[in-house]
């Protein structure tokens, strides 16, 4: 065994520990940790498969952007543990029928993609741009309508989200951006003219003591 395989399984265990984990954690914080630590050695195994850019995305985007954002916002709300636990057995045997059939539609659909005997053989010249150029050539070429169409779709999303987690308050302060425009120079900024020396102020009259007060 190499020792490239020994890494490979060594980091496949710990990501199926990690989603264990994931589903049977208590609270919520940790089992955002372990989704964290899951992401992390899923891309560690993309890594051993050459797939650089998928396991720098991974680590950049979920496990740096989102999970992290996820964890403040698990931090911050106020969850009430027992209140999620409760029914978990109750409903743990549709839950578990319902997982097994994603898994066996999941392994339908993508058992096709290991067929590794199937694969053509990479060119000389494709083997020196590197994986992550290739990549960007396939998908800026053959996906490239895909790409922009889900580009807009995420857009559209982000809209939504917005607009639906708006709300405006009557003691929140709103600056119309015409009326900014139209301000000018005068409006805003006012010269005034100083002297440029100050004169000092008056002394204060010196009092001479009486003849009777003297020692």
């Not at 993309?46 to 989102?66: C, D, K």
């Not at 409760?86 to 997982?99: D, N, Q, S, T």
Request: hydrophobic residues 60%; charged residues 15%; glycine residues 4%.
């Amino acid at each position: 065994m190499t020792t490239i395989t020994a890494l490979f399984y060594v980091f496949s265990a710990v990501l199926l520990f990690a989603a264990f984990r994931v589903i049977t954690a208590r609270t919520p914080v940790y089992a955002a940790l372990y989704l964290v630590l899951a992401f992390f050695s899923a891309s560690c195994v993309w890594m051993l498969l050459r797939a650089e850019f998928l396991a720098i995305s991974l680590v950049l985007v979920y496990v740096g952007a989102v999970m992290v954002l996820f964890l403040f916002v698990v931090m911050m709300l106020d969850i009430d543990v027992k209140a999620l636990h409760e029914g978990f057995w109750k409903h743990f045997p549709v839950a578990g029928l319902v997982g097994v059939v994603i898994a066996l539609e999941m392994a339908a659909v993508l058992l096709g993609g290991f067929r590794l005997g199937e694969a053509p053989a990479p060119d000389a010249v494709e083997l020196k741009l590197g994986n992550t150029k290739l990549l960007g050539i396939e998908i800026y070429t053959r996906y490239l309508y895909p790409l922009q169409l889900a580009a807009v779709i995420l857009l559209v999303a982000i809209i939504a989200a917005i607009a639906l987690t708006l709300r405006r308050r009557k003691d929140s302060k709103y600056v119309d951006p015409a009326e900014q425009v139209k301000v000018k120079r005068a409006d805003r900024v006012r010269l005034v003219k100083l002297a440029p020396t100050v004169e000092a102020p008056p002394a204060a009259p010196t009092e001479t003591p009486a003849s009777g007060d003297r020692p």
